[in-house]
């Protein structure tokens, strides 16, 4: 009803003096009209995020681990949780494909590598013999 009068108002007719929503230039207060609008700009602007999010590839953020990892850390935050511990319940669940444990299993092959290559270089270099012992 009030909207419909402040539609005739701007339309040019003339409003009835008794209907008080034709006179009431704002049918809403300030207070509800910012929340609705800064409800939409959230609304909006969350909607923007998902669909950012969604264009992402996040399967490098994955973590990895099987079932039975996963069920044994379930476990831990249940138990936790039974003793009252919510904010200290730390998880560990083994990643095969973990970046730090193929960066030191890379630095043990080089490091494998490096004293194969010295040992060859040792064998190379004895050729020579030496003062005490001769060949005849």
Known sequence: DAAEGGAAARAGAKRALTDEAAWDPTAKSLQQDLDEA????????????????????????????????????????????LEGRFAQTVISVKNADSSKRAKKEKSVVRELVRSEEARAQKKSKGGKTSKKTKRF
Not at 64 to 75: F, L, S, T
Request: net charge negative.
């Open 38 to 81: 800064g409800q939409e700009m959230t609304d909006e602007f969350r909607q923007k995020q998902r669909e950012l999010i969604d264009s992402m590839d996040l399967a490098q953020y994955a973590i990895a681990g099987d079932d039975k990892d996963w069920a044994v850390a379930e476990d831990q935050v249940k138990k936790a949780t």
